[in-house]
């Protein structure tokens, strides 16, 4: 089962910043094999991701990008 982390809504405060959210969704998620992550493109730098992603273990395996919105599908690093 995929675990779907949306970060399109901005939160208030400093721990509401989609960045820092991404980083405590990923560690929650680090038992899981599959992560859909779903993020505004002016939010979350791709490469920023990518650091995240390597952190807790997950390697990306699908972007998708829309005008808006980048859609990324990471698989746990085995």
Known sequence: MTHVIDLRERKPGC???PV????LELKKAMDK???KIIANKEDIP???L????KRYGFE?????????DLQ????KIT
């Open 15 to 17: 721990t509401g910043h």
């Open 72 to 75: 990324i599908l990471a698989k």
């Open 60 to 68: 990306l395996a699908e972007v998708n990008e829309t005008d808006n």
């Open 46 to 48: 791709k490469k920023a």
């Open 20 to 23: 820092v959210r991404l980083n």
């Open 33 to 35: 094999k599959l992560v």
């Open 50 to 53: 990518t650091l995240a992603l």
